[in-house]
């Protein structure tokens, strides 16, 4: 497999992404107490495919919403400077709320959203991550749940993109190269 001419190196099937999720998924709801309702919110663009399977394993009542930030561009590296271009519609003040990215590299995105949302007043607030990078932290961000850890490779597949392409790919693959 291969994106615009550089190959696909796969690193997690699409079959060990579901046992993750599912099972993350019950370590979350235990984490909240088992609550009645569960508010999510997902960063896109790379949230979207997570987010929908994470909400799927989820045997509660749950309310979905999402918000976007200023993304990277065409640069492979986080700015650091994060500008909210879509915000939540939903009120999460008072309700317990899950924060989910796609992947934790420098920490600068999922941090600075997590303060902006906490600034809301949720009565609990905790965030999850489907893939950290590892010793890549310019923050003192921890996600509070992480569905797998890699190396520095370029990610692409199960909503990560290159150049806008792979997101729709079932597992996870390093751009061969990078
Ligand atoms: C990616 C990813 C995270 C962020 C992580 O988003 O989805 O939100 O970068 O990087 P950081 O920890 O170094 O801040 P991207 O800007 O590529 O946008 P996308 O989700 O729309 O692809």
């Not at 663009?45 to 994470?54: E, M, R």
Request: include cysteine; aromatic fraction near 10%; hydrophobic fraction near 40%.
């Amino acid at each position: 497999m291969e994106i615009r001419g550089k190959p696909l190196r796969p690193l997690i099937d699409p079959q060990s992404i579901q046992k993750r999720v599912h099972k993350l998924a019950g370590e979350i709801l235990d984490a909240f107490g088992n609550t009645e309702e569960l508010y999510v919110v997902g960063i896109l663009k790379g949230a979207f495919i997570f987010t929908a399977d994470l909400v799927r394993a989820m045997n509660i009542p749950v309310v979905v919403d999402f918000l976007q930030v200023s993304s990277y561009g065409q640069s492979m590296e986080s700015s650091g400077k994060i500008r909210i271009m879509k915000d939540i519609e939903i009120d999460i003040a008072g309700k317990k709320v899950l924060l989910i990215d796609d992947i934790l590299d420098t920490g600068l995105t999922i941090s600075e959203i997590y303060r902006f949302l906490k600034s809301k007043g949720p009565s609990e607030l905790k965030s999850c991550v489907f893939i950290e990078k590892e010793g890549r932290r310019k923050t003192d961000f921890e996600a509070d749940f992480v569905g797998f850890k890699t190396l520095n490779y370029f990610l692409v597949g199960y909503g990560l993109d290159w150049g806008e392409l792979g997101r729709n790919l079932p597992g996870i693959y390093a751009v061969e190269g990078s």
